[in-house]
Each structure stands twice: as structure tokens, then as C-alpha cells.
């Protein structure tokens, strides 16, 4: 990851708003409001040309229902397509699962994620901040649903070196 940030490595830790962790986000079901999103930081990769941010149900870092987001930078005021596989680095792979309402089997996928700030913490770590907007069309069911998941904050204190 080329941008203002240290590399680190963090799997399996447990990361909690005392920790600088945030994650505030929305499940729309075909335009209805389906409430709060109560995910996790599972996993957090962040290495000079990589990262990958995992979340998923509280108390359950083995379940199948997650966020992934994996992409190249993390460049304030950018803002990155999200896709289901990236082709360039102005891109971010993304998914989300979180049965019975929304399963694997999705198509149209679309969506933006900007980068707020990324600031240098007095003791070597990182401040990262970033809202986004991810909609697919949900198909697993046998109806076509419209899926939209609103992330108004995640926020990640990446440790220094």
C-alpha cells in the first residue's frame, strides 16, 4: 500500500472503540431499512502494497457472514469503485454475507468507498477513517432482492511497526 501508512499485521485480535476501532453501518433489503449492521474487526492485513479488512458477527470470528474489503491504497480523499474483483488499484473487492437475508449469490455489483483521513498518531500509529456505499442485486433465493449496505464510519487504528 503506497500510501501514508506502516505496515502491519493484525489476524484474529479483537478491536473495540477504546482501540480506535469504529464500524457504523445500515442493511437496505429492496429499500426498506433492515437496521444496524453489529459486525466486528475479524481480521486487519495492512502491508506497504496491500490490505484486507474482515468483519463479521459479534462473538462469531468463524461464521461464514462477513465484509471483506481488499484493495491497494488507502489515499485521503479518494474515492474507490467497489466490485466484486478488482482490475486496477482505483478499485476495492467487496463482499458481504449475512444469512438468511443475503447469501453468496449476487450480480450487479456497485458502490463507492472514499477515504476521510489517515492521520500519524503521536505514538507511530495511524488514524484511518472511510465511509461507503456497496448495492448488488441479491439472487440466492430464488427472488431478486436489491441489496445495499450504508457504512457511514469505519475507522481503523493501525498499531505502529
Given at each position: ?84 474483483v478488482s ?21 450487479e455489483h ?52
Open positions: 500500500m503506497k500510501s501514508e501508512g506502516s505496515d502491519s499485521i493484525m489476524n484474529g485480535d479483537r478491536f473495540s472503540a477504546d482501540r480506535g476501532y469504529l464500524f457504523d453501518a445500515n442493511l437496505y433489503i429492496d429499500g426498506v431499512d433492515k437496521g444496524r449492521i453489529a459486525f466486528e474487526l475479524i481480521d486487519l492485513i495492512f502491508l506497504d502494497n496491500y490490505y484486507f479488512i474482515r468483519l463479521g458477527p459479534r462473538g462469531e470470528p468463524n461464521a461464514k457472514n462477513e465484509l471483506t474489503l481488499k484493495g491497494l491504497h488507502f489515499r485521503v480523499g479518494e474515492t474507490y469503485k467497489l466490485v466484486d482490475e486496477n488499484d482505483q478499485e476495492v473487492d467487496a463482499s458481504f454475507v449475512l444469512e438468511p437475508d443475503v447469501s453468496h449469490s449476487q450480480q456497485s458502490g463507492t468507498l472514499n477515504v476521510a483521513y489517515n492521520e500519524a498518531q503521536g505514538d507511530g500509529s495511524r488514524l484511518i477513517g472511510m465511509y461507503f456505499s456497496y448495492s448488488f442485486k441479491e439472487t440466492g433465493s430464488g427472488t431478486v432482492k436489491d441489496i445495499r449496505v450504508r457504512c457511514w464510519t469505519l475507522q481503523l487504528l493501525i498499531p505502529p511497526k
